[in-house]
């Protein structure tokens, strides 16, 4: 009986100090409060989830919103970037009825996720966001520290601003609350999309998120 007794008492403990774990996580200024942008729960047509100051591309005023989270190591985060990506900016993006905001959400077993989204924030100071968000998914296998500071020489950065940008970790917290907002907004894995608020899990092909924009346009 007395074990039993200990047994339930460690469970109810253990219960409390992930609740308290939690609740810290949520209220932890450090995170919520380095920039402005919040999600803002409406209808789908009206769901916008932090993009005022996220790097976007597309129509300002596209009446759809893709909301991406993604992890700069997912193999699947890749897949979409190669195979879908390119259909949804051709039919979409590039005729102004989609915009495409990206947030970072690297994963803890992913060791250079991290700091690859620091990188591409660190080339977003300098206007070449998207040109480090393409390298390091075109070359998932060499974004070490080392080849994140080479590949920055190869299009154009003033790479000393660079490479102190990265070193001082300038955009740590900021990839840390796209993490949490994430979070949040209950993204438990990469990529994940919130069209319109429709939220659309994995590299799906472009026919699933055809349908889901063409819904979102009527």
């Not at 900016?89 to 996720?113: C, M, Q, S, W």
Request: charged share 25%.
């Amino acid at each position: 009986m007395r074990d039993n007794l200990f047994i339930v008492a460690a469970i109810i403990l253990a219960g409390v100090m992930i609740s308290g774990a939690i609740i810290y996580k949520g209220n932890d200024d450090s995170i919520n409060n380095i920039n402005t942008a919040s999600i803002v729960n409406g209808d789908d047509n009206s769901f916008r989830l932090a993009e005022n100051n996220d790097i976007f591309k597309g129509n300002p005023d596209a009446p759809v919103t893709i909301v991406e989270f993604s992890d700069f190591e997912c193999p699947f985060c890749a897949a979409f970037y190669q195979n879908t990506l390119p259909q949804i900016e051709e039919n979409y993006i590039k005729t102004g009825k989609v915009k495409l905001v990206f947030r970072d959400f690297p994963l803890p077993f992913h060791a250079n996720a991290q700091k690859a989204a620091e990188a591409a924030e660190c080339a977003g100071e300098q206007g070449k966001f998207w040109e480090m968000h393409n390298m390091i998914f075109d070359n998932q296998e060499a974004i070490e520290i080392v080849d994140l500071k080479q590949n920055g020489k190869s299009f154009g950065l003033d790479i000393a601003t660079f490479n102190d940008c990265l070193d001082l970790g300038k955009y740590a917290d900021e990839v840390k609350k796209d993490m949490n907002d994430g979070a949040v907004a209950g993204v438990a894995g990469t990529p994940t999309f919130f069209i319109n608020g429709e939220k659309v899990v994995g590299a799906q092909p472009f026919e699933v998120f055809k349908e889901v924009i063409e819904m979102k346009l009527k």
